[in-house]
């Protein structure tokens, strides 16, 4: 069996951290999640020219399809609010205006 580096390990530790409902989440999460993705989208895709251009593809839409999650994603049938891809299209229009 082939051996994770510890860069993959560190990430697949950290993508449970977020999911682990053990944890407390902030006393105000609710009325703070969408700016706290609206900065960590806008921080990735403007920490390089080349990465802001790639992010700015000339899109009317941008959906996160899954079926797991109706509030950050479309639901998988389209009845989510699509809440990530809302804030992706945001964040284009705003790197592609500046």
């Known amino acids: 069996m082939p051996r994770r580096s510890a860069g993959r390990t560190r990430r697949w530790r950290r993508r449970g951290w977020g999911r682990d409902r053990k944890k407390k989440l902030r006393r105000d999460w ?4 969408v700016s706290v993705l609206r900065e960590a989208v806008l921080a990735s ?12 593809p000339p899109a009317t839409r941008s959906s996160s399809n899954t079926e797991n999650d ?4 479309d639901g ?17 229009r705003r790197l592609r205006d500046e």
């Not at 009845?79 to 990530?84: A, D, E």
């Open 30 to 33: 609710e009325s703070v999640k």
């Open 45 to 56: 895709s403007s920490s390089t020219p080349t990465s802001a251009r790639c992010s700015c």
């Open 70 to 73: 109706d509030y950050w994603g």
């Open 76 to 92: 998988g049938d389209g009845s989510g609010r699509n809440m990530l891809g809302q804030l992706l299209m945001e964040v284009r």
